[in-house]
């Protein structure tokens, strides 16, 4: 598999909203998320866990035998992460029922995921600094359906950003090499 990689919109970096960063690296450049918040305004991010050398985003999911944490690489279009518990063969985990760490508010909402091969109705939503500018990804776990929704940014060049997908990214990439 290889890295496919897209450029991305120069409309959107003359409106790109707080709480995402533009950043080139390894002659290729990319969207980062800086900050996320919980609809209550606790921050997601997680200094401690970093993925790709960036603070990762942390959600809470309920699962057989308790709680846990996953931690999702901050790089838009990558969907590399990183889960603090073993899965188990016998629950499998479908769907993130996604909680805030901090205050437990729930991230779901009723939402058809954007893409026609996957039947999910269910998304988890996040905020960027403000509160007007969110981001929403497909609840299913391996679905890369995300999509951002940014005030001033025209229709057209937001559906360009949502289709910005890494896949393919591990141990024979050199751009994320080092995971
Ligand atoms: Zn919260
Ligand atoms: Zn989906």
């Not at 606790?42 to 970093?50: A, E, F, G, P």
């Not at 050398?53 to 931690?71: K, N, Q």
């Not at 009723?110 to 500018?133: A, I, K, Q, T, Y």
């Not at 929704?149 to 559906?159: D, K, L, M, N, S």
Request: net charge negative; glycine share 8%; proline share 6%.
């Amino acid at each position: 598999m290889q890295l496919i990689h897209r450029k991305i919109p120069r409309e959107f970096l003359e409106v790109l909203p707080e709480g995402m960063k533009f950043i080139h690296r390894h002659e290729e450049e990319f969207l980062v998320v800086e900050e996320l918040s919980c609809p209550k305004g606790h921050s997601l991010m997680v200094d401690t866990v970093r993925i790709h050398d960036e603070p990762s985003i942390s959600i809470a999911v309920r699962r057989a035998g308790g709680r846990g944490l996953i931690f999702i690489d901050a790089y838009w279009g990558s969907h590399a992460k990183l889960y603090n518990f073993m899965a188990d063969p016998s629950h499998p985990l479908e769907y993130a029922d996604a909680h805030c760490p901090h205050c437990d508010v729930s991230l779901v909402v009723e939402r058809e995921c954007g893409l026609m091969e996957c039947d999910s109705r269910r998304s988890l939503v996040f905020h960027l600094p403000g509160n007007e500018n969110t981001i929403a990804v497909c609840a299913r776990l391996g679905c890369p359906d995300h999509r951002i929704v940014v005030g001033g940014a025209p229709q057209r060049v937001q559906e360009e950003v949502n289709r910005i997908n890494f896949f393919g990214y591990g141990i024979d990439d050199d751009a994320f090499g080092g995971i």
